[in-house]
Every structure is written in C-alpha cells, then in structure tokens.
C-alpha cells in the first residue's frame, strides 16, 4: 500500500466527483498536477540522476518499478483502498488529493519519502531473504535425506 496511482482510472468507469458531498480540488487540475507530480518530476529527477551518475539511480529505477507495479495493481485492488475515502465522501471528497500528497511526499526532493519506503522495504527484505534460504536449506536437507534413505533400501 505503497504507491495510489490515478493511472488506474482506465481500468473502471470513473465516477462523477458532483455526486459525492464536494471537492477539494476540481476533476481538471487533479490530472494535470498527477501528471506533473507522478511522472514529469520523477522523470527529471531520473534523467538528472542518469546523468550524473549518482546513487540515485537505483532509488528512481525503485520508484518506477513501483509506479509500474502499483498501476497494475490498483486495477484490481483499488476498491479495497477507497473504502475509508467512502465515508469521507460525504462529506468532501478527498481520494484523489490524498494520492497527490502521497506522491509528492514521495518525489519531492527536500521530502524523498521514495528513499525512506526503498531502505525499510530493503531492510525487511534482507531478514526475509535471510529466513527463505534457511526454509530452503532445511527442505533441500530433508529431500536429500528421503533420497539417499530410498537409495539405501
């Protein structure tokens, strides 16, 4: 629940933001800030960084692999994440600003909050990792094990 992106709108019919209880931000401005936000500022953060040839590189290939997998995603799964932003709906309607501050504080370059999601998601997956090859260790084991038993009988 990482990346919300609104590029999954042309996976389901959009709903009309006059329905619910009102609007932070008109439907116009919201398209063009995500576009500006999400894609336009990351992308000249990632040529500046392949320029470069700074670190950096690795963390905008991280926030575009995301980009790329939480669009797919949230094709499916977004209904799951508007649950709670249907019952603010009644009163403002809310969605789609939060998705911009999520992903501003995500590119934005005093914020980076893309670095802090990328070190605790290497963390974790360092101590995951560490876990799967002693589960898989352990099962090679005991495959070995009811091989040579078979063998020997």
Do not use: N
């Amino acid at each position: 629940a990482f990346l919300v992106t609104a590029t999954s709108a042309h996976c389901r019919p959009e709903t009309s933001r006059v329905e619910s209880g009102g609007a932070m931000l008109p439907y116009f401005l919201i398209l063009p800030l995500w576009v500006a936000v999400a894609v336009l500022l990351p992308l000249a953060q990632t040529l500046h960084a392949l320029q470069a040839k700074s670190d950096d590189r690795k963390t905008w290939l991280f926030y575009w692999l995301c980009f790329a997998a939480s669009s797919s995603v949230l094709c499916y799964v977004e209904w799951i994440i508007r649950i709670p932003f249907f019952v603010l709906a009644f009163y403002v309607d809310l969605y789609y600003e939060a998705q911009l501050c999520l992903v501003l504080w995500l590119v934005a370059p005093r914020l980076h909050g893309i670095k802090a999601v990328q070190a605790h998601l290497e963390c974790d997956a360092s101590a995951l990792g560490g876990m799967g090859l002693d589960i898989v260790r352990e099962q090679a084991l005991r495959l070995r094990e009811l091989a040579l038993g078979s063998k020997a009988d």
